[in-house]
């Protein structure tokens, strides 16, 4: 089993539209969660951490549910610029654990 | 603040040949630098850890004789990929953590390896 698994996607929306990632980690002591956004052939770069109680910014709000070790991301009001690869992490020990990333691709 | 480098950006070779990426923090002092490997719709897998002044850490699977890594000073860290085969060809990106703070990485902009 994966360390950290969610569905590659990819998903097609229209902009404006509303759409949730999930994702599912197998370590019950990893610590530390958090989103990646990875642009085609860049580097990722930290979108979000997430916490027990849910936090949002902006139109991004990212829930985490320990008892189901089970972390979600909700993006509202999708942009064309939100298309990218967003990557499920966790961390324990200081070590990054990625998902395989889920694509997103907003249509106009 | 926190930029982290990485060079060259791109490199094709052939096989056999040995590869160096560097990977610099610009702005801020890394105790620990990360490399990481990420093959065509793959995740990012964790290759090593990188302690400055000490022997890297290295993932199950990873061949340290293969991948060798030196972390020289708290701003530099470089990877060879030693006798480099077409199976190699990959994204390594490296990504730094900076000393004394919290436990957030930034990450390089990657090196993309083409072996032929």
């Known amino acids: 089993r994966k360390e950290v698994e969610q569905d590659p996607g990819p998903f097609n929306v229209p902009e404006g539209a509303t759409v949730a990632f999930n994702c599912t980690y197998s370590n019950s002591a990893s610590q530390s969660f958090f989103w990646y956004r990875q642009d085609c052939r860049k580097e990722p770069k930290l979108l979000m951490s997430?916490?027990?109680s849910g936090n949002e910014d902006g139109r991004f709000t990212a829930q985490l549910n320990r008892a189901s070790q089970y972390i979600s991301l909700l993006i509202r009001d999708s942009k064309l610029s939100d298309s990218a690869t967003y990557l499920c992490?966790?961390?324990?020990?200081?070590?990054?654990?990625f998902g395989q990333g889920t694509t997103l691709q907003v249509k106009p | 603040g926190a930029v982290v480098s990485q060079h060259p950006s791109r490199v094709i070779c052939k096989s056999g040949t040995s590869v160096k990426i560097e990977c610099r923090s610009l702005?801020?002092?890394?105790?620990?630098m990360f490399w990481y490997r990420q093959f065509p719709k793959k995740s990012l897998m964790l290759m090593a850890t990188?302690?400055?002044?000490?022997?890297?850490?290295?993932e199950q699977g990873v061949e340290k004789d293969k991948f060798l890594i030196n972390h020289a000073s708290l701003t530099l860290s470089t990877l060879t990929v030693t006798s480099a085969h077409p199976e190699d060809s990959s994204f390594y990106i490296c990504s730094a953590s900076p000393r004394g703070g919290l436990r957030e990485q930034f990450f390089g902009p990657g090196t993309r390896l083409t072996v032929l």
């Open positions: 997430v916490y027990s």
């Open positions: 702005d801020f002092q890394a105790t620990t």
């Open positions: 992490v966790e961390s324990n020990t200081g070590k990054l654990i």
């Open positions: 990188s302690n400055e002044g000490s022997k890297a850490t290295y």
